[in-house]
């Protein structure tokens, strides 16, 4: 059965590499993404495999029985959504949206698993249960398109007893995947704080309430919730990387300073109580000095784990695939990724795809203007989720 994925990964690869030029050059924006559900389900019409779209507005979910019988279901993701960048590259896919660019590789995940469910389908007579296929909206944009796609029943009808992710990883290079069984992304949440004091002359702060002064010192404050009150072990980190004057200058003490920052953990109980804490610190010292503090939080994703049994299968299945020298180990990360409420639902594993290349000069980081990916990486990232996806049925008692 490897031989045949690995073999119709390389036979539809020009294909998967068109299908990503197309969704590439073709970007759309969280919770906007009409035409790319469109194109997805024409594909899928395409093949003939069954879908439903529109799932959850601008989704596509699709489900493909296998030929052996009736047995559980395992679920493979993927993010459709752009980001608001204005891309640099000078390739023939380029986008032809101006200002927005699938900049975090989620045309890669879109064409990967369209290469994975047209080498699913063709195989389907060899295994049993059901394989489920999820196009996944707005990973980019807070709630998350996972959380709204769960709201509207997707682990449901039928539920998937595992599902699995992949993510682009430009440090790896092309060829390799990397996985961590465990804690492995951060919960995120948005911080935004107003200090508020008594503007006045600089010359003269003893008839003000100084915000400026108001805002160092809970910002110097506020790191000691990281430092003394989380437990050392526990990854967090509490950043504020905007700082702005409603007014003031070079003598003119402002009345007002907002901030706005990010909190990030990897247990929940920690978090809530991290979130509280740092209204009551920066409460308590401003009115300590005269002035007030206002805490607006927009909670963002959860932590994302990876379950242990799952992940360990799949690092079994990666060098089985890929070849032991091609399965890495990844580190924690503080960045985060709605696919953490699947895994707070349903047993998950999300995994790095390689698409670096220095060789070829491939190496800017997600998020850029100029990220672009080693298109080799498409013959894996099709080839082993079908894989696992097969795989895992077997592992999955019915």
Same mark, same amino acid.
């Given at each position: 059965?490897?031989?045949?994925?690995?073999?119709?990964? $390389?036979?539809?690869?020009?294909?998967?590499?068109?299908?990503?030029?197309?969704?590439?050059?073709?970007?759309?924006?969280?919770?906007?993404?009409? =035409?790319?559900?469109?194109?997805?389900?024409?594909?899928?019409?395409?093949?003939?495999?069954?879908?439903?779209?529109?799932?959850?507005?601008?989704?596509?979910?699709?489900? *493909?029985?296998?030929?052996?019988?009736?047995?559980?279901?395992?679920?493979?993701?993927?993010?459709?959504?752009?980001?608001?960048?204005?891309?640099?590259?000078?390739?023939?896919?380029?986008?032809?949206?101006?200002?927005?660019?699938? @900049?975090?590789?989620?045309?890669?995940?879109?064409?990967?698993?369209? #290469?994975?469910? !047209?080498?699913?389908?063709?195989?389907?007579?060899?295994? &049993?249960?059901? /394989?489920k296929l999820i196009f996944q909206p707005g990973e980019e944009k807070?709630? #998350?398109?996972?959380?709204?796609?769960?709201?509207?029943? %997707?682990?449901?009808?039928?539920?998937?007893?595992?599902?699995? #992710?992949?993510?682009?990883?430009?440090?790896?290079?092309?060829?390799?995947?990397?996985? !961590?069984?465990?804690?492995?992304?951060?919960? @995120?949440? =948005?911080?935004?704080?107003? %200090?508020?004091?008594?503007?006045?002359?600089?010359?003269?702060?003893?008839?003000?309430?100084?915000?400026?002064?108001?805002?160092?010192?809970? *910002?110097?404050?506020?790191? $000691?919730?990281? &430092?003394?009150?989380?437990?050392? /072990?526990?990854?967090?980190?509490?950043?504020?990387?905007?700082?702005?004057?409603?007014?003031?200058?070079?003598?003119?003490?402002?009345?007002?300073?907002?901030?706005?920052?990010?909190?990030?953990?990897?247990?929940?109980?920690?978090?809530?109580? @991290?979130?509280?804490? *740092?209204? =009551?610190?920066?409460?308590?010292?401003?009115?300590?000095?005269?002035?007030?503090?206002?805490?607006?939080? *927009?909670?963002?994703?959860?932590?994302?784990?990876?379950?242990? &049994?799952? $992940?360990?299968?799949? /690092?079994?299945?990666? !060098?089985?695939?890929?070849?032991?020298?091609? %399965?890495?180990?990844?580190?924690?990360?503080?960045?985060?990724?709605?696919?953490?409420?699947?895994?707070?639902?349903v047993p998950a594993c999300f995994y790095r795809l390689g698409t670096?290349?220095? &060789? !070829?000069?491939?190496t800017s980081p997600v998020h850029t203007n100029t990220f672009d990916?080693?298109?080799?990486?498409?013959?894996?990232?099709? #080839?082993?989720?079908?894989?696992?996806?097969?795989? =895992?049925?077997?592992?999955?008692?019915?």
């Amino acid at each position: 059965m490897r031989e045949k994925i690995q073999d119709a990964a $390389t036979d539809f690869h020009t294909d998967t590499i068109s299908i990503r030029r197309h969704l590439h050059a073709h970007p759309e924006l969280s919770f906007e993404e009409h =035409e790319t559900g469109k194109f997805i389900a024409g594909k899928l019409q395409e093949w003939g495999i069954p879908f439903q779209h529109p799932f959850s507005d601008t989704g596509v979910v699709a489900h *493909i029985e296998g030929g052996k019988g009736p047995g559980k279901t395992i679920a493979l993701r993927a993010d459709i959504d752009a980001l608001p960048i204005e891309e640099k590259n000078d390739v023939s896919y380029c986008s032809t949206n101006l200002g927005v660019m699938h @900049a975090c590789g989620h045309d890669v995940h879109t064409s990967s698993l369209l #290469g994975a469910a !047209r080498i699913l389908w063709q195989e389907r007579a060899q295994f &049993s249960g059901t /394989i489920k296929l999820i196009f996944q909206p707005g990973e980019e944009k807070a709630p #998350g398109g996972a959380s709204i796609m769960i709201k509207d029943g %997707v682990l449901q009808n039928p539920a998937p007893a595992a599902i699995f #992710g992949q993510h682009v990883h430009p440090p790896l290079e092309v060829g390799k995947i990397g996985l !961590r069984p465990g804690l492995y992304m951060a919960s @995120a949440d =948005e911080l935004y704080l107003t %200090v508020t004091g008594r503007g006045g002359h600089g010359a003269l702060p003893h008839d003000t309430v100084d915000s400026i002064v108001l805002t160092a010192q809970i *910002i110097t404050a506020l790191q $000691t919730l990281v &430092s003394r009150e989380a437990d050392p /072990i526990l990854p967090s980190v509490l950043t504020f990387g905007h700082i702005a004057s409603t007014g003031g200058a070079t003598n003119i003490i402002p009345n007002e300073v907002k901030l706005k920052g990010t909190f990030r953990t990897m247990d929940e109980q920690w978090r809530a109580h @991290a979130l509280k804490r *740092i209204q =009551e610190v920066a409460d308590g010292i401003a009115k300590a000095m005269g002035g007030s503090a206002k805490l607006d939080i *927009i909670h963002g994703y959860p932590f994302l784990h990876n379950n242990e &049994s799952l $992940t360990t299968r799949a /690092i079994d299945y990666a !060098r089985e695939y890929m070849g032991p020298e091609n %399965v890495v180990d990844l580190p924690i990360r503080m960045t985060s990724e709605d696919f953490a409420y699947y895994s707070q639902e349903v047993p998950a594993c999300f995994y790095r795809l390689g698409t670096g290349n220095p &060789s !070829r000069g491939i190496t800017s980081p997600v998020h850029t203007n100029t990220f672009d990916v080693d298109e080799d990486c498409l013959l894996h990232g099709v #080839g082993l989720m079908a894989w696992m996806a097969v795989q =895992e049925l077997k592992f999955t008692s019915i």
